[in-house]
Structure formats: C-alpha cells, structure tokens
C-alpha cells in the first residue's frame, strides 16, 4: 500500500509539471501569435 501510495503522489506531480509546462509553452505561443497579428 506504501509503494501504491507513493507511484501515485510520483504521477501526480509529473502530471501537475507536465500541466505547468504546456501551459508556460502555449503563453509563449499565444503571446507570439498576438505580436504577429498586432
């Protein structure tokens, strides 16, 4: 149960690092985007 417990909590924070990162690279893209279009 330990060892379920802590896969678990290990793919929860590589999701959530997985998450922030595509979110950071897709601001940097719409922030490109604008310039382009402005």
Same mark, same amino acid.
């Given at each position: 149960? %330990?060892?379920?417990?802590?896969?678990?909590? +290990?793919?929860? #924070? &590589?999701? #959530?690092?997985? &998450? !922030?990162?595509?979110? !950071? +690279? !897709? %601001?940097?893209? +719409?922030?490109?985007?604008?310039?382009? &279009?402005?």
């Amino acid at each position: 149960m %330990k060892n379920k417990k802590k896969i678990i909590g +290990f793919i929860v #924070i &590589v999701f #959530i690092l997985a &998450v !922030n990162f595509v979110s !950071n +690279f !897709n %601001k940097r893209k +719409f922030q490109k985007l604008l310039l382009l &279009v402005s």
